[in-house]
Structure formats: C-alpha cells, structure tokens
C-alpha cells in the first residue's frame, strides 16, 4: 500500500533533517493511523508540492516526528479538467465531490441552476462550500492526491458560459445530445470543462447560453445518472480518453 498523505504548510525542516508534523495533522496520524518508526509518509501543501518522510518516533499524542528525505514538485496535468456541478440537494453535494476527486478532476466549480432546489445564500451557502472543500481535501489524502482539486466559489449560469466560453473544450451533459462524450474529439492540453445539470436537468435557456459560449451537448449512455454521480462518470471517460489514465 502507497504511503498515507497528510497536508503540511512548508517543509522546513532542521538541520537534521527532522520534521515534526504537529496539530491535527500529527493527532490523526499517531492516534488514528497510529504510526510507527520506520513506516513512510508524504507530506503535501496540497497545490503539487510533497515530500518523502519516514517517521522517526511520536510524542504523546500528537507529535509525529519525521526525517524529511526529499521534496518534489508535481506539476499539474494537462489537459486540465473542470466539472461545473449543479448544487444536489443534502449531503450529495460532498459526495460528488469526493468521487470527483478520487478519479483525478482538478477543479469543480459549484452552480446555482434555475432547477436547483437547492440554493447557497449567506452564513449557509458560506457553511456549505466549507463542506465541499474540506471534502475534496480529505479525499485528495485519502486518494494520494498531492494536488488537491480547486473548489471555486459558487456562481451564477452566465459566469459558468464565461468559463465555457474560455476552455478548449466544452461539454454539457444533457439527453439531447447526439455525440457520446466517449467519442468526442478531446484537446492534448489546455482546460475542459464539463457540465452537470441538476435533477430537474438543465434549463432550456441555460442550455441555450452555454451553446452559445461553444459549450456542446454530449451524452454518456442509455442510463440516467443522478447529478451527483454524472460527473464522477463523465470525469472517467475524459481522463481515459486524453491518457492521464495511462
């Protein structure tokens, strides 16, 4: 199994080439994960910088201590991928963002669709991307992610046809497209950006907008997917097709 991941701000280590990994990070790893000498460990600042450790010992209940062997820089991949997620309703919103990271999506941009019932405003909406932020960090650790997907603020239909209208490709889910997403023509680098309704589907007027921004219709299969799990799926086909896969 690949060593656990845990989210660190900066790899200063001392001149010994210690590191003590501390707070709640240190507290999962010596009293959940109960770590032990010798066992590896990455470090990651989430945004592609990591680091090989090995632990060197703990203290009380907390304090992971760490020689730090090496630091890398991952770099982002190409092409980039971004879901723009219609809001589900309860507690589906996380879960398509964990899935959505652990197959590798890099950013997921949530939208207030006309048919969504439900909506962010205020202290709530504030609390809600919380939550989905602080989903896609601990799925990007549980997944050895040390790029973490970017979770934007929440926007409007016409800031999603901006970003469509600025990507190399642009996709819309929707049953009235013709052209399987499995065999569309697919960019080497630059930005998806892919598209997911909400339950009641996208709007008529959205769809519209977003066709006219270069967004096209594309659909998965005979089977009807629930919003919250169309993008995971949908996310599948493009990272296989462009060969992040691989």
């Not at 003590?20 to 990651?44: C, F, I, M, N, Q």
């Not at 703990?58 to 820089?73: A, F, P, W």
């Not at 971004?82 to 997921?108: C, H, N, S, Y």
Request: hydrophobic share 45%; net charge negative; with cysteine.
């Amino acid at each position: 199994m690949t060593a656990p991941v845990f989210v660190a701000e900066d790899f200063a280590a001392g001149g010994d080439g210690r590191y003590v990994l501390d707070g709640p990070e240190g507290r999962h790893a010596v009293s959940v994960k109960r770590l032990r000498a010798g066992e590896d460990v990455v470090l990651t600042d989430g945004a592609g910088r990591w680091a090989d450790c090995v632990v060197l010992d703990t203290e009380g209940k907390d304090r992971l201590i760490l020689r730090l062997e090496s630091v890398h820089e991952e770099p982002a991949e190409q092409p980039r991928v971004t879901v723009v997620q219609a809001l589900p309703k309860g507690d589906r919103g996380e879960l398509a963002v964990e899935t959505m990271t652990e197959v590798g999506v890099d950013a997921i941009v949530p939208w207030s669709a006309a048919r969504c019932i439900t909506q962010w405003k205020g202290e709530r909406g504030a609390k809600a991307l919380g939550k989905w932020r602080a989903t896609a960090r601990e799925a990007g650790k549980q997944s050895r992610r040390v790029r973490f997907p970017e979770v934007a603020e929440a926007a409007t239909t016409r800031q999603v046809a901006t970003l469509l209208a600025g990507a190399e490709f642009a996709a819309v889910l929707h049953e009235s497209g013709d052209t399987p997403l499995a065999t569309a023509d697919l960019p080497a680098t630059g930005e998806i950006v892919l598209v997911v309704g909400p339950e009641g589907g996208v709007a008529p007027e959205e769809l519209a907008l977003f066709e006219e921004a270069g967004a096209k219709a594309y659909r998965l299969g005979r089977s009807v997917l629930r919003t919250s799990t169309a993008g995971t799926a949908a996310a599948a086909v493009l990272l296989a097709r462009t060969g992040r896969w691989s």
